[in-house]
């Protein structure tokens, strides 16, 4: 019999500390996560390719002004 390891949600460390020493994601990584989630969302019909612009462009300048 083989057993396998099933997570059915996110992993959650007790420690709160290790949230705030966790790296974070640089701004250009970030922008690339934007823009798949983006055209996920138009892929699957959740907004119009111009709301994704619209999105994208505000998500990004946000992004940058915190860079």
Known sequence: MVA???LAG???S???ASILASPTNSASS???G???DMARAVALKQV???QA???EDQLVK???SQA
Do not use: K
């Open 10 to 12: 996110p992993v959650v």
């Open 48 to 50: 119009t390719p111009e």
């Open 53 to 55: 612009v619209f999105l």
């Open 34 to 36: 934007i823009q798949e």
């Open 14 to 16: 007790p420690d709160p």
């Open 4 to 6: 396998a390891a099933v």
């Open 62 to 64: 946000r992004i940058q």
């Open 30 to 32: 970030r922008i690339a």
